[in-house]
């Protein structure tokens, strides 16, 4: 039997960490206050920690007597040597406040000094950049997010998902994880981490998403990456975003003069930060960081502020300040629902290299060790660098016991028994039944959503039944379903059934089968929405929707075939028939005719724009993400785009065994997909795509490429890099060649921030440039400029464009209303 899985546990712990002494405390300030998230370090070396909430901390030391530092934001920093007899003890530390004077820096009353600081650290920056541009290191996390007074009810439906973990008061902790990992890090972006040890309260899976690439906040960027790249207090362009105050200077245990810096945003709306920044004289290295940001600034409504705060440690020998806590505080809400939480990070143990080997970094960024779920508690009582207070250890406790009590048939089926109660107007709105235990559901969609108004069927509405069996742990699942779909003008039922199966988290493998009968748009893609089409339809007698019936059977299957290559092949056989307008009701009464069903000929209603005919349709498809990065889990493989490189996508449709032989034809594609982030000046989209048939000059229209128009004047995605938004739907369908060209740049708020009134609706601007050229035809264009983020308090679901289209010369314009939330109608 080998050693060590014979050994008892303590034994086991004393031969992994017993190099190590562990000293533990606490840190108050003189009236006796505890201090949190003090920055702890063993002397000369990169060995740190943090207080916890309490004040309390644990060092792990290697010497037998070592000198540890405490430094504190506005506190004296403390130089403490500990003796061995002490390791066993607790210690407790008394910090006094700093006595921070303007003495030190002679003041120039034409010339503000806390400038002239900024200005030696933005010189400065590069090569402090490069003093720690390769490392290893030693990192921990931890996260806790808190939910407090919840709703019992959000828009009229229960809010009851964490009703079993908050107190009286509806408030109580919601998310507490932990991980210990090794990262091998190179500026700007490459990483690789191990994952040693993880820890989720409540989950006996542990696998945490704490991790070190995610949190790479480095203030000798120019742009720090939240949702918006947020500008650098030392920026190269830092004087354009920002005003500084000098408050003072004090000394650090090594005698080096640090000064203190407020930070002061010129635009309160930009994506800027303000709080204090503290420089080391001399080197202009950063000692310490204290800056928040508002949620609006980042371009994140749901967050009401974030403080980030970084801590940095002197090492005499190699002369580098190196950053070795960072905590990210956040407060957020939006429908009812108040959020607050806590990251905190700890690096330690630094080993600064010259270079790495060329095969030191891969694709893969962060791993797992075996068993890093499964670790005890005696382990992480010895490991964990920044001890758990009361209301940490209490969670961790009370939702082991639980997730114990989660996991029996008796529980869940009491659950069960709540949430499956039916309600009459379940009947309407749809209706879930489901076994936890088992893990599966029987789900009923209802026809409220469903119900929609079309020439072709006159109104519309659908029913859906369906079954879903999950593997949660392995995040896989089946689904068989089925749904039946009625026309109370034309008279007629249809119906569909699918399977669909995805085998496994880790190349996403999924396979699709699906059958029936249905009526379509002329264009797979939908353009114009069920919704949007009656409103239209009915209000403004503009029916533009068209519609063919597909009786098929068809099969697909998907997945990735090598990390950033993706696969999707398919076929189907169908038989296609025309359909004809049926209604011409309409809420609005006017002279106005509806068009016919034809998009071919719009004014002639008995003539079709397809006869019925069978074929079978094959597609392959590969997609491309080049550089493509990725963390591998337990439960699976998620992928990470590089921004770095364009998304590219082959594609290959052939057509066979058709009723005649003017149906086939061979169909090449290709599609770019580009997104750049220019700095702190936004992103451009860029979407190119081109194609070419073959044998196929009487193929059915069905088959034609069909490009997405808008003649509704409302849009509903999120960008319109997929649409033109004054096209008509089928003016420009093609079975030749084509090339589609749409490009979108967002400022992000860049230059909507500072023009003055417009500032307040804290809105985006939006260029755009569309372009399609078939042949026999003069190339199509539109130009766009629009606002985005538009609407009320935090819900910003709207947008605004104003588009003008271009063929051979001018050819008209248009508003475009973006409406985003009539998606959750769909």
Avoid: C
Wanted: charged letters at 25%; proline letters at 4%; glycine letters at 6%.
């Amino acid at each position: 039997m080998p050693l060590k899985k014979s050994l008892p546990l303590f034994l086991l712990l004393f031969l992994t960490v017993g190099s190590f002494a562990q000293i533990k405390g606490t840190v108050i300030d003189d009236k006796g206050n505890p201090l949190p998230f003090v920055n702890i370090f063993e002397e000369n070396t990169y060995n740190s920690t943090t207080t916890n909430e309490n004040g309390k901390f644990s060092l792990g030391v290697k010497g037998e007597n070592p000198v540890i530092i405490f430094q504190y934001l506005g506190y004296k920093t403390v130089r403490k040597p500990i003796s061995k007899n002490q390791f066993a003890e607790s210690v407790t530390i008394t910090l006094v406040e700093e006595n921070i004077t303007l003495k030190e820096i002679v003041i120039n009353p034409k010339e503000n000094p806390a400038n002239e600081i900024i200005r030696n650290a933005i010189k400065n920056r590069k090569e402090n950049l490069e003093k720690t541009a390769r490392f290893k290191a030693d990192f921990y996390s931890r996260g806790i997010i808190r939910l407090k007074d919840a709703p019992k009810t959000i828009m009229g439906q229960k809010f009851d998902f964490f009703d079993e973990v908050l107190d009286s008061t509806r408030s109580g902790i919601i998310y507490l994880s932990e991980t210990v990992s090794k990262i091998t890090f190179q500026k700007p972006d490459k990483m690789k981490e191990i994952i040693v040890a993880s820890k989720v309260s409540g989950k006996d899976n542990g696998f945490s998403f704490n991790n070190a690439a995610s949190v790479n906040f480095d203030f000798y960027e120019n742009y720090l990456p939240f949702d918006v790249n947020v500008v650098s207090p030392i920026a190269d362009n830092a004087f354009s975003y920002y005003k500084y105050k000098f408050e003072g200077s004090f000394y650090n245990e090594n005698n080096q003069q640090i000064n203190k810096i407020k930070v002061i945003p010129k635009r309160d709306n930009e994506p800027v930060m303000d709080g204090y920044i503290y420089i080391v004289d001399d080197s202009y290295s950063i000692y310490a960081t204290d800056l928040s940001i508002k949620g609006s600034q980042m371009q994140s409504p749901a967050i009401d502020k974030l403080t980030l705060k970084q801590s940095y440690s002197y090492n005499t020998n190699n002369k580098i300040w190196v950053q070795n806590t960072q905590t990210i505080d956040f407060v957020a809400g939006m429908f009812g629902i108040k959020l607050n939480g806590r990251f905190t990070y700890v690096y330690s143990n630094f080993e600064f290299e010259k270079k790495f080997d060329k095969k030191t970094f891969t694709n893969e960024i962060l791993s797992f060790e075996k068993d890093a779920n499964k670790k005890e508690d005696a382990f992480w009582n010895t490991i964990r660098p920044v001890p758990l207070t009361e209301e940490e250890s209490t969670d961790y406790v009370k939702k082991d016991v639980l997730q114990t009590k989660k996991k029996s048939k008796t529980y869940l089926d009491s659950i069960d028994a709540k949430r499956n109660k039916f309600r009459i107007t379940d009947i309407l709105t749809g209706y879930s039944y489901n076994n936890s235990f088992k893990k599966w559901s029987l789900n009923y969609d209802g026809p409220l959503l469903s119900t929609s108004f079309n020439t072709v069927q006159g109104w519309r509405t659908g029913i859906g039944f369906s079954y879903l069996k999950r593997d949660e742990e392995k995040r896989t699942y089946t689904r068989i379903g089925t749904r039946f779909d009625y026309g109370f003008s034309e008279e007629k039922l249809r119906g569909t059934a699918s399977y669909v199966h995805k085998f496994n988290n880790t190349n996403n493998s999924v396979l699709s089968i699906n059958g029936g009968s249905s009526a379509n748009q002329f264009n797979q893609n939908n353009p114009i929405s069920n919704i949007v089409n009656t409103v239209s339809t009915l209000f403004f007698k503009n029916n533009f929707m068209k519609l063919y019936e597909k009786n098929f059977v068809s099969g697909s299957f998907a997945r990735e075939v090598v990390n950033g290559i993706y696969m999707n092949a398919s076929v189907e056989y169908s038989e296609r028939k025309p359909l004809y307008n049926t209604t011409d009701y309409t809420v609005i009464k006017n002279d106005d005719l509806y068009t016919s069903n034809n998009p071919l000929d719009p004014t002639n209603e008995t003539s079709a724009a397809i006869s019925k005919h069978n074929l079978v349709k094959t597609n392959l498809a590969v997609r491309f993400n080049f550089g493509q990065k990725y963390l591998t889990r337990p439960d699976g493989k998620y992928n990470i785009p590089n921004d770095d490189y364009p998304a590219l996508t082959l594609g290959y449709e052939k057509t066979f065994a058709a009723t005649a032989k003017n149906y086939e034809y061979d169909m090449l594609a290709a599609r770019v997909n580009y997104d750049v982030t220019l700095g702190n000046k936004g992103t451009m989209e860029m979407v190119f795509k081109g194609g070419k048939f073959f044998n196929a000059e009487n193929i059915s229209f069905v088959d034609y490429r069909h490009f997405n128009g808008n003649q509704t004047h409302v849009g509903q995605a999120a960008s319109y890099t997929n649409v033109f938004n004054l096209l008509p739907y089928y003016s420009a369908s093609t079975n030749d060649s084509f090339f589609e060209t749409h490009i979108e740049h967002n400022d992000k708020g860049f230059l909507m921030n500072k023009v003055p009134l417009l500032k307040y609706l804290e809105s985006q601007l939006v260029l755009g440039f569309h372009n399609l050229a078939v042949p026999d035809r003069k190339p199509y264009q539109e130009f766009s400029i629009g606002l985005d983020n538009l609407g009320f308090g935090k819900l910003k679901m709207f947008r605004v464009d104003y588009v003008r289209s271009y063929q051979n010369g001018y050819q008209g314009d248009g508003v475009i209303f973006g409406l985003k939330f009539l998606n959750a109608f769909e």
